[in-house]
């Protein structure tokens, strides 16, 4: 007699647990990894080879039955929890009705109301405009369409360790040749990189580094000729590294003195993980366009142009789109995790989580001299791994401590162009005894490795 099994439901009701029942990844997982190597493209990796059966809360259930505490949240996505109450309810109501008109052929109302509420949250009390698009580098390159447009100007200037996206002109933005770039030339013109702030190797203050920066922008470029600065307030991919205060406002200044236009990418940083709706407010800068994606919409894709409006009105009627750009699923999705966010206080959650975090890993550093730096703010933690004799970075150790977390049951993903950063990114759904939990783990890995 076959018994019947309720499938699991994803979201907060999800037992919040982990629990290693096979080795990872168990035979389930292998048998759908043998046939993904035959039918994918090798290109397309995975970092934890398990596959997803139902996620929610702060863990991930594989087809194993393995449930991981999840602190990758999809690389910044899930902010709101994985398949979280609000967005499968607006999800589902959404899809009943209609599926897709293509918003520049016949549009509808939760598209002006995601725009509305960008313009609302974004950083700065003046007039602004907002376009949606599907992914990151979708929004990256259409910001910089609209500075050049607004600017009449070309050059864009990014900054080392910077991660834009994947497609041509953001490859070019993009910094670190593997895995994003090699092969895969030629690259946009026109796309210059500055020296960044990174405080832990370089000692400068604010200040200083951005005087470096402006000095190379206006020695090797001119002002005359930068449509844009474009810069993640917190860099992402390129090691969660924090400038040291004052560099983002000194860039701000110059920038507006000299006509161009700043744009914040705060892809990874933005809705409430850093500890407030977006990076930005930390340092007090207002950008005149702020680039949004990942955590907007709990998961289904979506991204946004936020700014002045008379820079986003720039562009002649016709001028941006795109099939798919604020799709009504995931409007409706966007809708209800912004309500998650602003009604959960979840900016807050994000403050409580960078405490409990710093505390743990700090102490730990204070053990172990390979920590050479813990850094991050809210839920966007990380901690660089180094040779204590050298301060020189130390990837091998980094992939070690990621793979032992992961066969015990902590999804942690590493970053950094030296590739020894191991970030935290829980979603704000977690909880405290969860988190801790998580930690032990990665502390424990770290002992052994
Ligand atoms: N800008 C700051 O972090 C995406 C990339 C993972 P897309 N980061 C994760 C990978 O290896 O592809 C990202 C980002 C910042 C832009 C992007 C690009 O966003 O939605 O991946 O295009």
């Known amino acids: 007699m076959t018994t019947h099994v309720e499938p699991l439901v994803g979201g907060p009701s999800l037992p919040q647990q982990r629990k290693i029942v096979t080795e990872v990844p ?26 997803t059966d139902v996620a929610g809360g702060g863990v991930l259930v594989d087809v194993d ?82 500075a050049r447009s607004y600017t009449g100007r070309q050059a864009v200037i990014a900054f080392e360790h910077a991660y834009h996206g994947r497609t041509n002109l953001t490859m070019a933005l993009t910094a670190k040749a593997m895995p994003y770039k090699s092969g895969f030339g030629p690259f946009a013109p026109e796309i210059y990189r500055a020296p960044l702030s990174y405080p832990y190797r370089d000692g400068l203050s604010g200040p200083e580094a951005a005087k470096r920066a402006i000095a190379m922008i206006e020695k090797q470029v001119g002002a005359a000729s930068t449509a844009a600065i474009l810069i993640e307030p917190i860099q992402g991919e390129g090691g969660f590294i924090v400038p040291a205060p004052g560099f983002l406002e000194a860039l701000v200044d110059w920038a507006r003195e000299n006509g161009v236009v700043f744009i914040a990418d705060e892809v990874q940083t933005g809705f409430a993980r850093t500890g407030a709706m977006f990076a930005s407010e930390h340092e007090g800068i207002v950008p ?30 016709g001028g941006l789109g795109g099939t798919y750009g604020g799709n009504p699923l995931a409007c409706a999705a966007a809708l209800a ?14 403050r409580d989580i960078e405490m409990l975090m710093k505390t743990r890993l700090t102490a730990l550093q204070a053990g172990d001299p390979r920590i ?45 162009t030296y590739g020894n950063v191991i970030r935290f990114l829980p979603p704000l759904s977690i909880d405290d005894a969860l988190l801790h939990e998580g930690l032990d783990v990665v502390a424990h890995a770290l002992e052994e490795s």
């Open 372 to 416: 050479g730096d813990v850094r991050g703010r809210g839920a966007m933690i990380a901690i660089e791994l180094v040779d204590p004799a050298t301060g020189d970075p130390d990837p091998a150790l980094t992939g070690r401590v990621a793979a032992a977390s992961h066969a015990a049951g902590v999804i942690i993903l590493t970053c950094g």
């Open 65 to 146: 039955g393995n449930s991981f505490i999840d602190l990758g949240t999809g690389i910044a996505v899930t902010g709101v929890g994985n398949a979280a109450p609000r967005v499968v309810e607006a999800v589902q109501r959404q899809v009943e009705r209609f599926t897709h008109t293509c918003f520049m052929i016949t549009g509808y109302d939760s598209y002006v109301d995601v725009a509305e509420a960008l313009n609302r949250l974004t950083p700065g009390d003046h007039e602004k405009r907002s376009a949606l698009f599907n992914t990151g580098a979708e929004a990256v390159e259409n910001a910089v369409k609209i």
């Open 288 to 317: 005149d366009l702020v680039v949004t994606a990942k955590g907007i919409a709990g998961g289904l894709p979506l991204a946004g142009v936020t700014g002045r409006a008379e820079m986003m009105d720039a562009p002649h009627v």
């Open 26 to 51: 168990g035979p389930r997982s292998r048998e759908i990894l043998a046939r993904k190597t035959s039918a994918v493209a090798r290109g397309v990796g995975i970092s934890l080879p398990v596959f």
């Open 337 to 350: 995790a912004i309500e998650t966010y602003e009604v959960d206080d979840l900016a807050g959650r994000a």
